[in-house]
């Protein structure tokens, strides 16, 4: 099996322009294709596993990979699935969002001479000449079909303003340098990017002719790696400072029973013989293939040891095992107590970032949400004391949500 057609057994390919060529060129390890990541946020999140993970495959059957920084079209911000325009970002900001992504992906792809190159698009982008852009790109542009293009249309309910209308020109514009300037051939993205990207196929083929457009090849991931990472409509990140590696490996360890064994493939480099085998698993058996996933994806992040550490934390709370030292915890300090040297559950929760405010707290109590060592309260204004806290005590919200205090 080549590479080309374990992505497809993997369920990451979507559509594609020219299937034959991406066969051929990916299977021989020629493909110079890039992957494009603006820098809304100083970390990564689990949503751009997929395209991590995707770009790390490719490059160890030979392929070479363009890691794009969004430099220049961060300070614009895509539309795409959005229905409200994006906080816009100053230059030093996304200079520094960018740096900590390299960070995060030398993990995942090998840089260097011959091997994976990271680029700006800022360094072109930034320089153009507005009436010269509009000369040579935007006459290659249709705005009838540019208004038809998915990428818009949750946009156009409330009002899409010219300002984020370029994106799709912009975007267009990095394949059309990087064709020209990089030797790239290829580009990857999710499936809600389709339009954007064909507009960047477009536009070589317009500018350079139809020669040059045999080789400009598009191919497309399935959107499901944006659906991914959020959880309670926060980002799962993946600098440990923001996301804890237990906190990472909870998250994976409870996905749905519905999507395990899709994530298994889409994300690990378990050999697929043995993900198959996994595809009658049911019932317990699921539980057994969410913590292989949890495991994978933490030691692909944070390493072996992290990932071990996490499995062990999780054991202690919800499979009878004994060793806590490694729960996330927090400790609690002389102020963190009352005259009577008590605290309140909704205090500590509050301290530990587990509620957002008192009002949340008191709802999931009087729900029957939280629960002190494996006890539900119900009094909203429960209090803990520092003898009780000077073993530990683990407050859990719902099912997922836990965490060990100690003074």
């Known amino acids: 099996m080549g590479v080309y057609e374990e992505l497809i057994e ?15 060129m990916v299977n021989a390890g020629k493909a110079k294709f890039y992957i494009g990541f603006d820098c809304t946020a100083d970390s990564l999140t689990a949503g751009h596993f997929m395209a991590l993970t995707l770009m790390k495959r490719l490059q160890e059957a030979g392929n070479q990979p363009i890691a794009l920084i969004g430099g220049g079209t961060t300070m614009i911000g895509d539309p795409s699935g959005r229905t409200d325009m994006r906080k816009m970002l100053t230059r030093e900001d996304i200079d520094h969002n960018a740096e900590c992504f390299r960070k995060q992906m030398e993990r995942f792809i090998e840089f260097g001479e ?5 680029v700006n698009n800022a360094d072109w982008l ?26 818009y249309k949750q946009r156009m309910e409330k009002g899409l303003s010219f300002f984020e209308f370029n994106y799709m020109i912009m975007q267009s514009y990095d394949f059309y ?3 020209q300037n990089y030797g790239c051939n290829m580009q990857f993205g999710g499936d809600d990017q389709w339009s954007n990207m064909l507009g960047g196929t477009e536009l070589i083929r317009k500018k350079l002719g139809k020669d040059a457009h045999a080789m400009t090849i598009t191919l497309l991931t399935d ?74 994806l933490t030691k692909l992040v ?9 499995q062990t934390a999780a054991k202690a709370l919800f499979s009878g095992g004994t060793d806590d030292s490694n729960m996330p915890t927090t400790e609690l300090e002389e102020a963190d107590f009352d005259e009577e040297g008590k605290a309140t559950v909704l205090s500590l929760m509050t301290k530990a970032g587990m509620i957002k405010s008192n009002g949340e707290g008191r709802r999931l109590i009087q729900q029957g949400g939280v629960s002190v060592n494996d006890e539900k309260i119900s009094d909203v204004w429960h209090t803990l004391t520092k003898d009780e806290l000077k073993e530990g005590v683990i407050i859990k919200k719902g099912k997922k ?4 205090f100690v003074l």
């Open 10 to 24: 993997r369920g990451l390919i979507a559509q594609v322009t020219n299937e034959e060529e991406i066969r051929e």
């Open 114 to 118: 011959g091997k994976a190159q990271m």
């Open 126 to 151: 930034l320089d153009l000449n507005y009436v010269e852009m509009l000369r040579e790109v935007g006459t290659c542009f249709s705005v009838n079909n540019m208004l038809r293009a998915e990428c």
């Open 177 to 179: 340098y990087l064709f």
């Open 223 to 296: 959107s499901q790696g944006r659906k991914m990472g959020k959880t309670a409509g926060n980002a799962v990140w993946l600098d440990a400072n923001k996301t804890s590696p237990y906190e990472f490996y909870q998250y994976w360890r409870n996905v749905d029973d519905a999507d395990v064994l899709k994530c298994i493939r889409m994300l690990t480099f378990l050999p697929m013989e043995e993900i198959r085998k996994m595809d009658s698993w049911e019932g317990s058996q699921l539980n057994t293939a969410k913590e292989i996933l949890a495991f994978e």
């Open 302 to 310: 944070h390493g072996e040891e992290e990932a071990e550490k996490a």
């Open 401 to 404: 949500a836990f965490r060990k």
